[in-house]
């Protein structure tokens, strides 16, 4: 009961701050008279959401970006499993990783945008590439933590109870391991947003088709601002949306059930 009301309060606090902001906005433009092309009221973003949406072009670019994500982050999400477990079975493929780690982690995906294209074109398959090599490198580091951070008598208690490697790994090192899955998760899914905005915002439209980004870069090239602001809002209530529906969920029946972290 005080983790549903601890819950309840903690929404009712963050749109409190949301309307505050909102509200903050409209002041701002209203009384400092501020032109609308460098920031529109947020009644007329609000107007813009609802125009753009009503005709179908953000919803349409939503869907797109989404699938572009998805697929890459699915990508990375394997390949970060496959390339963990080999590290931890192969010695020398652990330190091949750890110095991939220390060279790719730092470096912004949207960096080796320009060799992706020469590779593969301008195409969908480029943003995807984009967006896996952004997100794979944190999924890989935290997984690689928490494995690391599993007391080793947790694992010799697993084995002198007869498990097998596959039910030690289910039992014991995935879910000791499991919040910095988690963590690097939700590290994954921002820089894959990240990813899939800036590289369409380099080079416009995918063969013809594009996301939240083209569709703010295209919005931008014509100064229609509020159409802009439209379109961040979108990635803004998705951010949202994941973060509360998806990894707090998650987080709630796993991690905090199990103990493993305080309730924030």
Not at 12 to 31: D, G, N, T
Not at 90 to 100: A, G, P
Not at 109 to 117: C, E, F, R, S, V
Not at 151 to 163: F, H, S
Request: charged letters at 10%; one cysteine or more.
């Amino acid at each position: 009961m005080n983790s549903k009301k601890d819950t309840i309060l903690k929404t009712i606090r963050q749109f409190a701050f949301i309307i505050i902001l909102m509200a903050a906005w409209e002041l701002s433009v209203r009384l400092g008279n501020l032109p609308s092309l460098l920031l529109p009221s947020f009644a007329n973003v609000i107007q813009s959401f609802i125009t753009q949406t009503s005709n179908g072009e953000l919803i349409q670019r939503t869907i797109f970006s989404l699938y572009l994500i998805g697929t890459g982050l699915g990508i990375a999400i394997v390949s970060a499993l496959a390339i963990t477990a080999l590290s931890v079975c192969i010695r020398w493929v652990s330190e091949w990783v750890q110095v991939l780690l220390a060279i790719m982690h730092p470096l912004p995906g949207i960096a080796i945008l320009p060799i992706i294209i020469l590779w593969l074109g301008s195409g969908p398959q480029s943003i995807i590439a984009v967006i896996t090599i952004s997100a794979v490198w944190p999924v890989i580091a935290n997984l690689s933590i928490g494995l690391r951070s599993i007391p080793v008598t947790q694992i010799e208690v697993g084995r002198n109870l007869g498990l097998n490697r596959f039910k030690l790994t289910w039992s014991i090192l995935l879910p000791g391991a499991f919040p910095h899955i988690l963590s690097g998760l939700r590290i994954a899914w921002a820089r894959a947003w990240q990813a899939a905005v800036a590289a369409e915002m380099v080079f416009g439209a995918s063969g013809g088709e594009g996301g939240l980004g083209w569709f703010i870069y295209k919005k931008r090239f014509f100064l229609e601002t509020a159409d802009v602001f439209a379109g961040m809002i979108v990635i803004v209530l998705i951010g949202l949306l994941i973060e509360r529906v998806g990894f707090e969920w998650i987080e709630n029946i796993t991690v905090r059930r199990w103990g493993m972290t305080t309730h924030g």
